[in-house]
């Protein structure tokens, strides 16, 4: 469906392809967020896993101000590699 205004200029006429030129396949919107929920999702499975771990060592097992800022950085830490992830599967089709 085309949704312009009434006055707008016509669309761009597409460039014929040629029979020689070498088609490019693009990721559509919907496969890249099909992708990036995957890996959002592993992603938290394995920052959890990692986070358990860690959070099972002595050292940290025996103070209880390491645990919290343990805690808060693990919490939120996850964000940091998930941004790029989810600028990924945002990104508008060419």
């Not at 392809?17 to 990036?36: C, N, Q, Y």
């Amino acid at each position: 469906m085309n949704f312009r205004a009434p006055y707008s200029p016509p669309l761009p006429a597409r460039k014929a392809r040629l029979a020689s030129e070498p088609h490019i396949s693009v990721m559509t919107i919907r496969t890249r967020k099909f992708f990036g929920t995957i890996a959002l999702l592993l992603l938290v499975v394995v920052w959890s896993l990692m986070g358990m771990t860690v959070a099972q060592t002595p050292w940290l097992a025996n103070s209880g101000l390491l645990q919290a800022v343990f805690y808060v950085v693990a919490g939120i830490g996850w964000v940091l590699p998930a941004m790029p992830i989810i600028s990924w599967m945002a990104r508008p089709d060419p």
